[in-house]
């Protein structure tokens, strides 16, 4: 399976002239895309309504390759790369906050690079922004430069539909919420005294706890929860749970329900209480069958 990672730097080095990445996390696909763009040696443009179109450093840094960690001097090699590309602090090009303006400047560019175009979907109903969009994405489409147009949601015209490719960010699996966990705690570490009494099977657990959550969503409810027991102890496993339940509900697309009820309490559909325990039975069995496994039985 590609990762996102991966997926990215094809998408960016056959030259595809749009990617969209339909998100609420910004924050995510900027540290995604100045990675990938460190390692090619390809400079970072970021844009808003608010500050135009800026040249960006690739100072944040790149934390995973092919889904695996990077190590201390693969990080600071990295950072080595990303600092010859740009400057450190961001250089802002002028005339260019309208949307029609950044895409006149983008048409005269003359070197390979990506553009990152945040919130850049509420103005794909102007059809100026549109045909200056194609026109940009069309000359893009012959060279080695991509447009990264991010936000939550996202609806592309028709025209641009042959030039688009999407990319997709899944939601963090174990392995990467255990990595948020480790990566939050030292955070927070490095200005506060807090103690770690989380064993590895606590680790898991937390880890569980978090699913359905975005990678930003995750670190938010890991900081509160962590702050408010000043440690990574054993109730933060439970108390999370909250934390996300509370994320989850202002949201708008779920809803919590507090319920004491069991299958008792629940008439008919006999067979698929039958099958129901016998699922968590046999779930039961496995975790020990497991257990005894590790220990050697």
């Known amino acids: 399976m590609t990762t996102p990672i991966e997926r990215l730097k094809i998408l960016i080095n056959s030259s595809t002239p749009v990617v969209v990445i339909e998100t609420v996390e910004e924050i995510r696909v900027v540290k ?18 608010a500050d135009g179109l800026t040249r960006s450093g690739s100072s944040a840094p790149v ?3 092919g889904g695996r960690p990077l190590s201390g001097q693969e990080q600071a090699q990295r950072m080595a790369q990303a600092s010859n590309l740009a400057e450190q602090v961001q250089v802002a090009v002028g005339n260019t906050r309208e949307p029609a303006q950044v895409l006149g400047h983008l048409e005269t ?27 940009v994405a069309q000359q893009f489409s012959a060279n080695r430069r991509t447009l990264i147009i991010t936000g939550p949601s996202i609806t592309v015209p028709p025209e641009l539909a042959s030039l688009i490719e999407y990319l997709d ?11 948020i966990v480790e990566e939050t705690f030292t955070r927070l570490s490095g200005t506060r005294s807090l103690k ?9 657990a937390l880890a569980d706890n978090l699913r359905g959550l975005t990678e930003e969503e ?18 933060v496993v439970t108390d999370i749970l909250e934390a996300k ?22 008439a008919g ?11 968590r039975a046999h779930g039961r069995k496995a975790r020990v069958a497991s257990d005894w496994s590790r220990l050697g039985a």
């Open 32 to 49: 995604l895309v100045r990675g990938v763009c460190a390692e090619a040696n390809l400079p970072v443009f970021e844009w808003s309504i």
């Open 269 to 279: 559909l006999e067979k698929l209480k039958l099958w129901l325990q016998a699922r």
């Open 63 to 65: 934390t995973v390759q």
């Open 169 to 179: 960010l899944p939601l963090p699996d174990a392995a990467r919420l255990r990595q």
């Open 196 to 204: 770690r009494t989380l064993d590895a099977a606590g680790l898991n």
């Open 109 to 135: 560019m003359t070197i390979n690079a990506v553009v990152i175009l945040k919130d850049f979907h509420r103005h794909l109903d102007d059809p100026v922004v549109v045909r200056r969009l194609r026109d």
């Open 245 to 266: 339940k509370n994320l989850l509900r202002h949201s708008g697309m779920v809803e919590f329900i507090d319920t004491s009820e069991n299958f008792s309490s629940i």
């Open 218 to 235: 995750a670190e938010r409810a890991l900081s509160q929860t962590i702050i408010a027991h000043y440690a990574l102890a054993p109730e």
